[in-house]
Each structure stands twice: as structure tokens, then as C-alpha cells.
């Protein structure tokens, strides 16, 4: 009997130490409802985007779409802007990115061709890849244009015969003589210059200056000097209008010489009003910036880019092979550069 006693107040014992030592809970009550741990939170996609030059006004205004659209999306997303147009300095930029493992590189190119291998080099490595102004580019996922190549060409070339009366000689500035998307603009220009106005020739071959204001700057003031009767001048480069709009400032021609192309409205806003810059086309680097966070996502996501017919950004959308395009074209002149100012562009 007493031994029956001592091992009884040993298990009461026991147990009053369990019931303690849980708090005054049960091991019911102590334990959680569900064991299982949490799954961790899915990772971002990181979505990086290399423009051809950093701190001009384009992709100032690219950069904010790019952040735009990475808070809408809830992706980390980012643009990488070079010191300077080298194409090396690009390649460099995007060797880095393959080592940091990013998920989707978007590219602005500056030569094409010598990109091609380090974007082969991402794509193997399970990168995706996207690019912009590059519709012949190679190694890519996709390439989007906010405008087709004929269409923003055909029409900078018909303001040009409206203002000049298809007299005189004109120039050609693109940003690259490598560069895909400005020279693809440029030979539509031409080509339709050639049936309009089949009097008027090119004073000389198309100059690689329209990414430098000062470059173009100093071309269109030696075309003026060697050709009197330079009429015009067309840039496919987002510095190149306002750099031959000011040397026809400087030789006193402004409003004489037509100059027209690409440019930045904040950058170009005064000389549109003072008659140096006679009006362009352009589409929204803005728009861009937001394309490439949203194609980027979607390719993350793994969805099926062909399968789209339009996108919230893009609008209604037509895929030819690899190129996506959009039709999303913006007139820049007296009426409209001030509200595209306004709005960062």
C-alpha cells in the first residue's frame, strides 16, 4: 500500500511539473493549431535595364517608368546608364548583371552587333532578355517599338518636304552607324524623300552624332559651312536635334534651316518656341521605361509574350517574329511641347 502511495504523489508530481512548466496550459492548448512552417515569400523577379548613356533628359524620363511600373508590379526593377555611348561600356554593364543573377536584362543599345555575345552569354545562363531601338537584334527574347520603323521615318520625312518645299540639301543624323532602330528610321526617311521629292539630295552620308549635342552641334555648323544651301536637317538621336537647332542659332539660320527629329520636350521646349526647332515625332520614354518592367514581369512569370494582344501599357500590340510593336506615336511642336514638358518628357 505505501508503495502504491509513493509512486501515486511521484506521478502527481510529474505531471504538476509538465502542467507548469507549459504556462498553465495543456499540451493541447500549447501546441500550435498548425505545426507546418510558413512557406517563405516568393522572390522578386529583378528586372535591369542598360540605356545607352546615363543623366540626358530621355532616360531621365525612361528611368522614371522603369520605377513607375516596379511599385505598380511589386518587382525590383532598375536602370544601369553608362558614363558614356561606348558600346564597351555596355557590355561591361551587362557582365556585371549576368554575375549578379538578375532575372530579365533590358538593353537600349548603342551597337547592336558587339552586344550580341555577351546577350547570348545571359540568355544561356537562363537571363531573359529584352530590347528596345533593336529590332534586328539576335540574341533576345523580344524587342518592343513603340512606333514602326517606317511610320516614325516616313513621318519626319514629309514634315521635312512640307517645310523646306523639297528645295535645298539636307542632312541625316542618327545616333549610331550601328545603331539598328535610328538607322532603320533614317532609311525610311530617305526612301520616301527620294519619290517626294526626288530634286533634293543628301548633302553628305548620315553622321553617328545625334547621342552628343555637341557633336551634332559641330557637324551641322561644318554641313553649313561646306553646303549654303543646306535646307534641312532630319535626327534620329535624342541629342542631335537640339544640338543642330542651336548651331543654327549660332549662324543666325534658326527658322531657316528646318531641323526636326527626337528630342526630350523639357530640353527642347525653347527652341520649339523660338522657331530653332521646326517640330519631330517621338513616343514616350516614360511609356518605355514602363514596357520594359512590364514585359520583363511577364517573361519572369513565365507567360507567353506571343499569346498577348495588347498590354495595360502598350496598348494594342502586333508581334512580327521577335519585335513587338506598339502604335503609340507623339507629335513635338508649338502645340504640344509644353504639356509633354509638364509631364517630364
Known amino acids: 500500500m505505501k508503495k502504491w502511495l ?7 508530481i510529474a505531471a504538476a511539473i509538465a502542467f507548469f512548466s507549459l504556462g498553465g496550459k495543456s499540451q493541447q492548448e500549447a501546441a500550435p493549431a498548425d505545426s507546418t512552417p510558413s512557406a517563405a515569400p516568393a522572390k522578386k523577379p529583378t528586372i535591369a535595364v ?13 528611368e522614371d517608368g522603369i520605377k513607375q511600373q516596379a511599385e ?4 525590383d526593377a532598375f536602370m544601369v546608364g553608362p ?59 523580344y524587342d518592343f517599338e513603340l512606333i514602326t520603323s517606317k511610320a516614325l ?39 520616301y524623300l527620294k519619290t517626294a521629292c526626288p530634286d533634293m539630295q543628301q548633302a553628305a552620308e548620315r553622321f553617328g552624332v545625334a547621342e552628343s549635342v555637341d557633336d551634332s552641334r559641330n557637324t551641322t555648323l561644318d554641313l553649313l559651312r561646306a553646303h549654303p544651301d543646306l535646307s534641312g536637317v532630319m535626327s534620329f538621336g535624342s541629342q542631335g536635334t537640339i544640338g543642330a537647332a542651336r548651331a543654327a542659332q549660332e549662324r543666325g539660320v534658326a527658322g ?11 530640353q527642347g521646349q525653347r527652341l520649339v518656341h523660338d522657331g530653332a526647332i521646326t517640330g519631330g515625332f517621338m513616343w514616350s520614354p516614360l511609356e518605355a521605361g514602363k514596357a520594359f518592367v512590364e514585359l520583363g514581369a511577364e517573361l519572369a512569370a513565365g507567360k507567353n509574350i506571343a499569346e498577348l494582344q495588347s498590354t495595360p501599357v502598350l496598348g494594342d500590340i502586333k508581334l512580327e517574329g521577335k519585335v513587338i510593336y506598339a502604335d503609340k506615336p507623339l507629335s513635338l511642336d508649338k502645340t504640344t511641347v509644353d504639356e509633354l514638358a509638364k509631364i517630364g518628357l
Open 153 to 191: 521615318g516616313e513621318a519626319h520625312a514629309k514634315l521635312l518636304a512640307e517645310t523646306t518645299g523639297c528645295q535645298g540639301k539636307y542632312a541625316v543624323f542618327v545616333g549610331g552607324l550601328n545603331v539598328p532602330a535610328h538607322n532603320a528610321w533614317a532609311d525610311a526617311a530617305v526612301d
Open 50 to 62: 542598360v540605356v545607352k548613356i546615363g543623366g540626358i533628359p530621355w532616360f531621365n524620363s525612361m
Open 6 to 12: 509513493v509512486i501515486l504523489a511521484v506521478a502527481v
Open 256 to 266: 531657316k534651316l528646318k531641323v526636326m527629329g527626337l528630342f526630350s520636350a523639357g
Open 83 to 141: 558614363t558614356s555611348a561606348d558600346p564597351a561600356l555596355q557590355v561591361r554593364a551587362i557582365e556585371d548583371l549576368i554575375a549578379r543573377k538578375v532575372d530579365v536584362i533590358g538593353v537600349v543599345p548603342n551597337d547592336a552587333e558587339v552586344l550580341e555575345p555577351v546577350l547570348k552569354k545571359a540568355r544561356e545562363q537562363g537571363i531573359k532578355v529584352i530590347t528596345h531601338e533593336s529590332p534586328n537584334s539576335q540574341n533576345i527574347d
Open 72 to 75: 505598380k508590379m511589386g518587382v
